[in-house]
């Protein structure tokens, strides 16, 4: 089946699971990791092939001229998340601004988290940066489905501002921790780190290298303004792997769990 364009594609979304939004570059050759796809098995995919064009360049213009490379693309990726399930949904979109796009795409589609693509190679082992209370709820929810459906080890970060906050920092983690072995996972399969800085995304990137994924809740900035806009401290540059950004404002109907 082709993408239509702007236009969506349900294939059996089934309510009770995570939807991920999975942006890709429609102009570019693109060519998924198979750990990638198996990071997304636990979760239903919305595939949004975006193709940049200028701003004097309009979507109907580099539509006519390059749709069928896009769509091309686009099935490409799509082909295995097809195989062997239901719940994928897709479109194109010929759009001057990348990140306008992404961000409304994950509202429409009622989105909970947003892949931001990196380098992976083996998926073993999954950092998650947990903050204070106000994200814990929804990470642990997100989280609890991944190792559900994907069996990794965890690591569960918090980044203290200062060693006198080393303590509060561990309650934080082992709450995190007993909140997901309360749902019937492996304590085993999670480790916690206490990384005392005062600018926590190089703190996490530090970490994130031994790791093959991420996985952290949406703050203050935004994802244009953290990670997907120009702001220097990107964290998805920082990281290099890729990076799974839970919504804050989502429905929480899904996870069932308290807001972030």
């Not at 636990?42 to 490379?69: C, K, M, N, S, W």
């Not at 989280?143 to 060693?163: I, Q, S």
Request: glycine share 6%.
């Amino acid at each position: 089946m082709s993408p239509d364009p702007d236009a969506s594609r349900s294939v059996g979304a089934d309510p009770t699971r995570f939807r991920v939004l999975v942006p890709i570059d429609a102009s570019r050759d693109v060519e998924p990791s198979p750990h990638l796809y198996r990071l997304l098995e636990a979760f239903d995919p919305v595939v949004l092939g975006y193709y940049p064009i200028p701003e004097q360049t309009t979507p109907e213009q580099a539509r006519g001229e390059f749709e069928d490379e896009a769509v091309d693309r686009v099935e490409g990726v799509l082909a295995p998340l097809l195989a062997d399930r239901a719940g994928v949904e897709s479109l194109l979109v010929f759009t001057p601004d990348r990140v306008e796009t992404i961000e409304r795409v994950a509202e429409e589609y009622a989105c909970d988290a947003v892949l931001a693509p990196g380098a992976i190679e083996r998926l073993e082992r999954v950092l998650v940066p947990v903050r204070g209370g106000t994200n814990v709820g929804r990470i642990v929810a997100f989280v609890d489905a991944l190792v559900e459906e994907v069996t990794v080890g965890v690591t569960l970060l918090h980044v203290a501002p200062e060693e006198d906050r080393r303590e509060e920092s561990e309650l934080v983690l082992r709450g995190a921790r007993e909140r997901l072995v309360e749902q019937g996972l492996d304590p085993g399969l999670f480790d916690l780190e206490v990384r005392v800085a005062d600018r926590p995304i190089p703190a996490i990137a530090e970490v994130a290298a031994t790791h093959d994924a991420v996985v952290i809740g949406e703050t203050e900035p935004s994802i244009r303004d953290r990670l997907l806009g120009d702001r220097p401290e990107r964290l998805v540059e920082a990281v290099g792997c890729p990076v799974l950004i839970v919504r804050r404002d989502h429905d929480e109907s899904v996870s069932g769990s308290e807001t972030s």
